[in-house]
């Protein structure tokens, strides 16, 4: 199963062509691509993304994202979940950039609200679920990593202290993160508080 989520992200590049290669989905027994292999992407050498044997598919609830990073969705049981997504970490909405973080994850969210692949972490004290979300784009096998374009984009920070929710790609994001702080997009234009500092500020 092939998947060029490389030439996905140059649609979002302005300029010039982001100098990556290819991604190979590798299926183990399932419909769903258990790990994703990256090579040559901007230099970082070629490593395994690992998707999970627990990866399913889940449903948006309409009207639930509430921040750049968190919303709620329908599980395959019926049962409504709120997610929090792995590896990154959004402007609150009173933040800088907060509003604008909430409306790209809706963007990229509305590409296919019905089928989210979510690659489940851990579940949180209180029961919300922290994963990695794919999206199909309904060209073949291609897929839209979330936490991915969220950190390429600017529009969250490489949640580091948190890395063991993505270990398997943790040098990619925090590769990606390294770009976007270089091009000073999204975050990267101000020197606000982290999301995790202004919490802990306005508790």
Do not use: H
């Amino acid at each position: 199963m092939s998947l060029n989520i490389c030439q996905y992200l140059k649609k979002f590049e302005s300029l010039s062509w982001i100098n990556c290669k290819f991604f190979i989905a590798v299926t183990f027994g399932a419909a769903l691509p258990c790990a994703v292999i990256i090579s040559g992407c901007s230099g970082v050498q070629s490593e395994e993304l690992s998707l999970s044997k627990k990866s399913q598919y889940y449903q948006l609830k309409e009207g639930s994202v509430y921040d750049g990073d968190t919303f709620r969705v329908i599980d395959p049981n019926g049962q409504e979940l709120k997610l929090r997504v792995a590896c990154i970490d959004a402007p609150e909405k009173k933040q800088a950039l907060g509003i604008e973080s909430r409306d790209y994850l809706r963007s990229l969210l509305a590409k296919n609200p019905n089928n989210l692949i979510v690659v489940e972490k851990e579940r949180e004290r209180y029961g919300r679920m922290v994963a990695e979300i794919f999206i199909p784009t309904g060209k073949g096998d291609e897929e839209i990593p979330i936490s991915g374009m969220m950190i390429k984009e600017g529009m969250a920070y490489y949640y580091a202290q948190y890395s063991k929710n993505c270990s398997d790609n943790a040098e990619r994001y925090a590769q990606l993160e390294k770009e976007a702080q270089k091009k000073r997009i999204g975050v990267w234009k101000y020197n606000g508080l982290k999301p995790w500092e202004y919490r802990k500020a306005n508790r």
